[in-house]
């Protein structure tokens, strides 16, 4: 885990209209908080979670980034003679995986990652793409894919609700997804497994499941979705090529700073 020089919360104020000031190193910076704090109005949202000013403090100058496994693989396949329906081998795997992990970095000047550094700057956002596809040479072409980003702790808004103040919120703590598809032109197989955590999200989202989780003392919500298709007809020529088991993703960590 990343380590930093101690901090404690001191206190804070928070006026009506949700403007913050904090005790220095103690609070959120005053730049930040002036400058860069935006207002979500969440009134008529479906799901919204509200932060004190503490939590925000503390989630602002402790969160380092996330940690997570996600995997896909597939069987890379071959004809023996002719075309399909003609047998096929397994001649090797086609996989992606990512087990570790995904940091908030420094920003464009070098900054912010360290807590002692976000008095002047943000920690940047951090992403992690892989995919692997194969187009041809294989009877049913396919895409794996994970996808993954952790947002800014500059994410931070206000949370009003008809123009009273309740709280603080985060647009984004971070999205990781993993997606595999055959693409093949006779059936379709593709399946998805994401997970997101924010403060809130405006509309139901089709086909996810909610949940509440506590990070560092900070409750956010968490949107999950897993859904498989497929639309083949388990033939030699239309084969059941991606799984329910293809791909896998983990429980989403969050890191934080030691001291």
Known sequence: ??????????????????????AGFDGIPVIFEFNNV????????????????????????????????????????????????AP???????????????????????????????????????????????????????????SAGVSSVSSIVRLMSNGSFLGYGMKDVCDVEVFATNRSDVGVQSLTKRVIIKSYFETELSDYTFSQRNFGGATFWQAEKEEYVDNSDGTAEDPVYILEDTASLGTINPIFFTY
């Open 1 to 22: 885990m990343p380590t930093a020089n101690s901090f404690k919360y001191l206190a804070s104020y928070n006026t009506t209209s949700g403007n913050f000031y904090g």
């Open 38 to 85: 935006g207002e979500v109005d969440v009134s008529d949202f479906d799901k919204y979670q509200a932060l004190s000013g503490e939590q925000i403090c503390n989630f602002y100058w402790n969160f380092a980034g996330i940690e997570f496994n996600a995997s896909a693989e597939v069987p890379l396949l071959e004809f023996d003679v002719g075309s399909p329906p």
């Open 88 to 146: 096929v081998s397994n001649t090797s795997d086609g996989s992606v995986s990512f087990n570790g992990q995904l940091l908030l970095g420094n920003n464009d000047n070098g900054e912010g990652y360290d807590p002692s550094e976000r008095m002047i700057a943000y920690p940047s956002a951090n992403n992690y793409f892989e995919v692997v596809s194969e187009d041809s040479g294989d009877p049913w072409p396919f895409t794996l894919r994970i």
